[in-house]
C-alpha cells in the first residue's frame, strides 16, 4: 500500500493517538491522507507481532516505519531494499538488494518481513522462494497482501492479491500460512478512493487555495470510515491481509 504505516494492543484501541508517533501531530495524523491504511497496519502488526522472533530481515523495508512494533521480540531487525527507493529516509540499511536475491546465506533469519511492497514485484513467486530459502525451518514469513488499494508508483504496481490468492503463493512456495488478519474493510476502501481522487485535486498552483479544505476532508472522510469499519465490518472486503505462514522443512 503506497505511502503508508502502523502499533500496540492498547495503543492500537486509538488509533488517534499513536503513542510511538507523538499523538495527533505524529507523522500518521488523521489530517494527513495515509493515516487510515497506516492505522489499520499498524494495529494489524500488532496483533501479529508475538509470531517473530529472533533475527528478523524486513525486505523492501523503506525508511522502515513499522520496527518499533517488534521492540523487546527480536535478537535483531535487518532490513534491505532497493538502492533507488524513494521510501528510505534517512533508515540505515544492512544490503541494497533485490526482493528475489537477498545476499544472506541459507536459513539466516527467524523471521522475514513484508510490508506494502509485494504489489511493486513483477514475479512475487520468485520472493516468495526467496524468503523460504532465507529462513531458518519453522522461521515464519509476515507479509501484507495488498488487495485493493488506488494505483501507485507507477509502473512499478503489478498486482493485488485476494486472501485466495496469497495462500495459493505462499503454498506454491512452501509455506503454510497460520493466520490471515484483515487491514481495513469496505469502507476504508471507499475513505481511500476517495482521498486518492483529493491527491489530484490538491496539487499545482492551486494548492494554495485547496490544501486547507482538502486536510479537513482528510479528517471526516478517514474517521468517518474508521467509525463506518467498526460498525459495519466486513473481513472480505479489505485494504489488505496481513498473512502469517510457517515455513514448510
Ligand atoms: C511502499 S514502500 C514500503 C516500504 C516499507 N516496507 C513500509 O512499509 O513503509 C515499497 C518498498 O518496496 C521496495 N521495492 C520495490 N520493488 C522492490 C524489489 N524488486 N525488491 C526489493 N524492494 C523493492 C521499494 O523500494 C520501497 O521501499
Request: glycine share 8%; proline share 6%; with cysteine.
Amino acid at each position: 500500500m503506497g505511502d503508508r504505516v502502523s502499533q500496540s494492543s492498547n495503543a492500537a484501541a486509538d488509533p488517534f493517538r499513536p503513542r510511538w508517533a507523538g499523538g495527533r501531530t505524529g507523522r500518521w495524523a488523521v489530517w494527513k491522507f495515509n493515516w487510515l491504511a497506516n492505522s489499520r497496519i499498524l494495529a494489524a502488526l500488532e496483533r501479529v507481532r508475538h509470531h517473530a522472533c529472533g533475527d528478523l530481515l524486513d525486505v523492501g523495508c523503506g525508511s522502515k516505519p513499522f520496527a518499533h512494533v517488534f521492540d523487546g521480540r527480536l535478537a535483531r531487525y535487518w532490513g534491505t531494499d532497493l538502492t533507488a527507493s524513494r521510501y528510505l529516509g534517512g533508515a540505515r540499511l544492512d544490503a541494497f538488494a533485490c526482493a528475489d536475491a537477498q545476499p544472506f546465506r541459507d536459513g539466516s533469519f527467524d523471521t522475514v518481513l513484508g510490508l506494502s511492497m509485494i504489489t511493486y514485484l513483477p514475479e512475487p513467486l520468485r520472493f516468495l522462494r526467496e524468503a523460504h530459502r532465507v529462513l531458518r525451518p519453522d522461521g515464519m514469513l509476515i507479509l501484507e497482501f495488498t488487495q485493493m488499494v488506488p494505483l501507485h508508483d507507477e509502473p512499478y504496481d503489478f498486482f493485488r492479491y485476494t486472501r485466495y490468492g496469497a495462500q495459493y503463493l505462499l503454498e506454491q512456495a512452501g509455506f503454510e500460512p497460520v493466520a490471515f488478519v484483515p487491514i481495513g474493510g469496505l469502507w476504508s476502501r471507499v475513505g481511500l478512493t476517495m482521498i486518492a481522487g483529493l491527491n489530484r485535486v490538491n496539487r499545482g498552483p492551486t494548492r494554495l487555495l485547496t490544501e486547507l479544505p482538502v486536510r479537513l476532508l482528510y479528517t471526516v472522510i478517514q474517521t468517518l470510515a474508521r467509525l463506518m469499519d467498526v460498525l459495519f465490518g466486513d473481513e472480505r472486503e479489505v485494504l489488505a491481509h496481513l498473512v502469517v505462514a510457517r515455513r514448510r522443512p
